[in-house]
């Protein structure tokens, strides 16, 4: 364990340039440190009288995912999750996002060994905070968010967590399957790919284990949750998209742009409220637009949902055969971003 935070700090150590890079690793290396040093095994931790029965309950649940997720959905699952740790808050990291005030194009950094990516992420909440606070000074829409979740790609063994061991079976799984997938293919640079392709994977995942599992109710509601969640995507994703025609205008004032902006995101919150009561309040959506929506927060959507539906085509199209849709998708390494974002979206106007 101890030479894995070794080779993370040469690697990280080589690249860095500035002050303020330097700062950013050194709190991500610290981190993951952190992790590495709470986590225990999940065998001895089940055989432990001390265990709480919750934990001991979703642990086991764990193993079950993870044997299902080698076997039938042909995830590098071996030597992953078979640690545990307890990091005594609610979130593992908390990510920014950044675009600019009248652009849907979201703010890229550069990392080592992963290329761009479309957010910065940070081990103290205070910390990303201040980036986000500096980045909103320079004009930029900004959102924070927690996430409770990462993988490592492989690079390290990725524990369990208590950030998300709570949720409920069918989402735990699909968070597994997703951040598995990302071990079996993920490509440098194209975050929209890499999340989209995992997403599709992760869901597949937890439908798949849950009607093997003969828990028929929860399939049922699982279903239920993903065709809400469709809908407000679709609502969100036009919106997206009428600002970008807002902002494509020419000529007009900031004024005049940010009245339009706000008009539209407006609509938007009271269109998305309205089709949240349609499906029972199943997406708690007021609760969703306690935090500011803008550009910024409407490309995290994009990234994830985006290319989805090209995706379970694909998968549709292998006849739900797992294998043959990783060798289509793996097929697309050696495009260009620009022509693996043209296949896929192809792909869901069949």
């Given at each position: 364990m101890r030479k894995g935070v070794v080779v993370l700090v040469g690697l990280i150590g080589s690249f860095l340039s500035s002050c303020s890079t330097w700062h950013f690793y050194t709190q991500a290396i610290a981190g993951q440190a952190e992790i590495i040093r709470k986590a225990r095994p999940v065998d001895q931790l089940v055989k432990s009288p001390a265990i709480q029965p919750r934990l001991k309950q979703k642990l086991t649940t764990v193993t079950d995912i993870l044997s299902f997720a080698e076997a039938e959905i042909h995830l590098p699952a071996k030597g992953q999750y078979d640690l545990y740790a307890d990091l005594g808050r609610h979130h593992l990291v908390w990510v920014v996002f950044a675009a600019p005030e009248f652009s849907i194009t979201p703010k890229q950094w550069s990392y080592p060994l992963l290329g761009n990516l479309a957010y910065r992420g940070y081990f103290k909440q205070s910390l990303a905070q201040q980036e986000a606070d500096k980045l909103k000074a320079r004009g930029y829409d900004v959102h924070v968010a927690g996430v409770d979740a990462y993988s490592t790609l492989g690079y390290l063994r990725d524990p369990l967590l208590n950030t998300f061991i709570g949720r409920d079976d069918a989402d735990l799984a699909e968070l597994l399957c997703h951040?598995?997938?990302?071990?079996?293919?993920?490509?440098?640079?194209?975050?929209?790919?890499?999340?989209?392709?995992?997403?599709?994977?992760?869901?597949?995942?937890?439908?798949?284990?849950?009607?093997?599992?003969?828990?028929?109710?929860?399939?049922?509601?699982?279903?239920?949750?993903?065709?809400?969640?469709?809908?407000?995507?679709?609502?969100?994703?036009?919106?997206?998209?009428?600002?970008?025609?807002?902002?494509?205008?020419p000529d007009q004032t900031r004024e005049?742009?940010?009245?339009?902006?706000?008009?539209?995101?407006?609509?938007?919150?009271?269109?998305?409220?309205?089709?949240?009561?349609?499906?029972?309040?199943?997406?708690?959506?007021?609760?969703?637009?306690?935090?500011?929506?803008?550009?910024?927060?409407?490309?995290?959507?994009?990234?994830?949902?985006?290319?989805?539906?090209?995706?379970?085509?694909?998968?549709?199209?292998?006849?739900?055969?797992?294998?043959?849709?990783?060798?289509?998708?793996?097929?697309?390494?050696?495009?260009?971003?620009?022509?693996?974002r043209k296949l896929i979206f192809s792909c869901s106007r069949p």
């Amino acid at each position: 364990m101890r030479k894995g935070v070794v080779v993370l700090v040469g690697l990280i150590g080589s690249f860095l340039s500035s002050c303020s890079t330097w700062h950013f690793y050194t709190q991500a290396i610290a981190g993951q440190a952190e992790i590495i040093r709470k986590a225990r095994p999940v065998d001895q931790l089940v055989k432990s009288p001390a265990i709480q029965p919750r934990l001991k309950q979703k642990l086991t649940t764990v193993t079950d995912i993870l044997s299902f997720a080698e076997a039938e959905i042909h995830l590098p699952a071996k030597g992953q999750y078979d640690l545990y740790a307890d990091l005594g808050r609610h979130h593992l990291v908390w990510v920014v996002f950044a675009a600019p005030e009248f652009s849907i194009t979201p703010k890229q950094w550069s990392y080592p060994l992963l290329g761009n990516l479309a957010y910065r992420g940070y081990f103290k909440q205070s910390l990303a905070q201040q980036e986000a606070d500096k980045l909103k000074a320079r004009g930029y829409d900004v959102h924070v968010a927690g996430v409770d979740a990462y993988s490592t790609l492989g690079y390290l063994r990725d524990p369990l967590l208590n950030t998300f061991i709570g949720r409920d079976d069918a989402d735990l799984a699909e968070l597994l399957c997703h951040e598995l997938t990302h071990q079996r293919l993920y490509l440098q640079g194209d975050t929209d790919f890499n999340e989209a392709f995992a997403t599709a994977v992760g869901q597949e995942g937890a439908r798949r284990w849950l009607l093997a599992r003969g828990r028929l109710k929860e399939w049922a509601q699982y279903e239920q949750n993903l065709r809400a969640e469709r809908a407000f995507i679709a609502l969100a994703l036009a919106t997206r998209e009428a600002l970008k025609k807002i902002y494509a205008v020419p000529d007009q004032t900031r004024e005049v742009r940010l009245l339009q902006k706000n008009a539209l995101l407006q609509r938007f919150k009271t269109r998305a409220i309205a089709l949240d009561q349609n499906h029972h309040g199943i997406l708690k959506i007021e609760l969703w637009f306690e935090k500011p929506v803008n550009n910024a927060r409407l490309a995290t959507l994009s990234t994830y949902f985006e290319l989805l539906p090209g995706f379970e085509f694909m998968l549709r199209r292998a006849g739900g055969n797992l294998e043959t849709f990783f060798r289509e998708v793996e097929s697309m390494r050696k495009l260009t971003q620009e022509e693996r974002r043209k296949l896929i979206f192809s792909c869901s106007r069949p």
